[in-house]
């Protein structure tokens, strides 16, 4: 299965964008790209995904490079409640064993300050 | 509309005992998914169920594991002879089908902790 990889950690200021990226040189045409978040003492919840094209919904934009090989998410106004640990998941269409299940890497923690 | 719930939120087991964990899925959602959450381990896989599929039980760590879900709906993951090592959030999620295109809603998770 291909790989992400993000940065540990990133800090923004309330009310400000922030652009958290995920790169997959690896990632195969048929490889989903998924966002999720956790904020703290709770399960994980969905934000976005996607598969070529940018894609926007009430919670964030997902930004993907033309070749595929990163992308990243955007937050347009963090706000305190942004604060949390965002994982960028890949998972293939075209079956095998990413097709059903999340796997989880370390994500990025994500500080908003006020 | 109701999400995906748990239950017990919390379960102090003594080590050795078996323990039972439930999770009530979206109405309507066909697959449903395992995770546990252990500081050591990070998010983990245990186990999926798609309609009438046989489960992928890949992620499950041991034969102490093992999970059924009843008429399409709910599950229980069971641990028997649990060890501290099992101490964990465990986490499950449903969505409205299997696959990738499919987001998947969690639950709060049910907190192990085995003495």
């Known amino acids: 299965d291909a790989k992400t990889t993000q940065p540990n950690s990133m800090e923004s200021n309330e009310e400000e964008p922030v652009h958290l990226p995920c790169n997959h040189s690896t990632i195969s045409g048929t490889d989903y790209i998924h966002w999720y978040r956790q904020l703290p003492s709770q399960g994980p919840e969905y934000v976005i995904h996607?598969?070529?094209s940018n894609v926007n919904n009430r919670m964030a934009s997902l930004a993907i490079a033309e070749d595929r090989k990163s992308s990243t998410l955007i937050l347009h106004r963090a706000t305190l409640r942004d604060a949390a640990v965002y994982y960028c998941?890949?998972?293939?269409?075209?079956?095998?064993?990413?097709?059903?299940?999340?796997?989880f890497g370390q994500g990025t923690i994500l500080t908003v300050h006020p | 509309g109701a999400g995906v719930s748990q239950s017990p939120s919390n379960k102090v087991t003594e080590k050795g005992k078996d323990v039972e964990l439930r999770c009530d899925p979206i109405?309507?959602?066909?697959?449903l998914y395992w995770y546990r959450q252990s500081l050591g381990q990070g998010l983990e896989f245990l186990i999926y169920?798609?309609?009438?599929?046989?489960?992928?039980k890949s992620g499950l760590p041991s034969d102490r594991f093992s999970a059924e879900r009843t008429g399409g709906s709910v599950s229980t993951l069971t641990i028997q002879r649990t060890q501290q090592e099992d101490s964990a959030v465990y986490l499950c999620a449903s969505s409205l089908a299997g696959g990738p295109n499919y987001e998947q809603y969690f639950g709060p998770g049910t907190r192990l902790t085995v003495t």
């Open positions: 169920f798609q309609g009438n599929s046989a489960p992928d």
């Open positions: 109405s309507g959602h066909t697959a």
């Open positions: 996607g598969l070529t």
């Open positions: 998941i890949l998972r293939d269409k075209a079956g095998g064993t990413s097709y059903g299940k999340l796997t």
